[in-house]
């Protein structure tokens, strides 16, 4: 079910604290452009899952297209990221990491489920959009946005681009980017933080997890 205009949705096989790596000490001061980006970090993926860093651990990821993305929608990752997000086209859903298939209504423009380990890896993505309306006007750039979850963006931003809820103006926004360049520049299951003292409080036990991410339909 859907609460507003979207809604993600979280099913695990334990208890999953959502505990945002958060800043030691105190005291006054701006921030560091590291800093910031560690936050941002922490906030749009390592929260999720127990405060580290959850992303894929080897490439090429493997993308069964199933006649329904184009192969520029996905790779436009690899643009953003630099190269160190990039992608294989299999023939087949059992091939594959990420797989596409098709789902029905006609509120959502798609719904992406991200599987993942305590240990920070993704072990597999399903996206499914909606035939008739994923590539209309009322859905921005479906499937670019849904890759985003996919590959770690465990989150909606709310700055006007394409991770908005809503799809925003398309266009993948410099912080979104930048967040990618670190969390694959960095290990599965790194803490990320700004500070010490949440570090050991972060720890959880193993287990298999999983998020679903709904992409409404502009009204």
Known sequence: MMAGRWAWRLLSLAALPLALASCGGGGGGSD?????????????????????????????????????????EVTEWTAVTGGLVTFAFVGGRSAADIFFSFTTGDTICGVTTVEFEADGRII?????????????????KTVTHEVGHAIGFLDHTADGGLMDDDGGNGE????VSRMFV??????????VGT?????????????????????PVRR
């Open 32 to 72: 560091s452009s590291g800093d910031a980006e560690l936050r941002f970090l922490a906030q749009h993926n390592a929260r999720f899952n127990g405060g580290v860093t959850t992303r894929w651990p080897n490439f090429p990821i493997r993308v069964f297209q199933n006649n329904i993305a184009q192969r520029d």
């Open 124 to 140: 597999s993505a399903e996206v499914r959009v909606v035939q008739a309306v994923f590539r209309s006007p009322q859905c921005v």
């Open 182 to 191: 670190n969390l694959y520049s960095m290990p599965p299951g790194t803490v």
């Open 172 to 175: 993948i926004t410099a912080p």
């Open 195 to 215: 500070g010490e003292r949440t570090r050991v409080a972060l720890r959880r036990p193993g287990g298999r997890y999983s998020m679903t991410f709904v992409y």
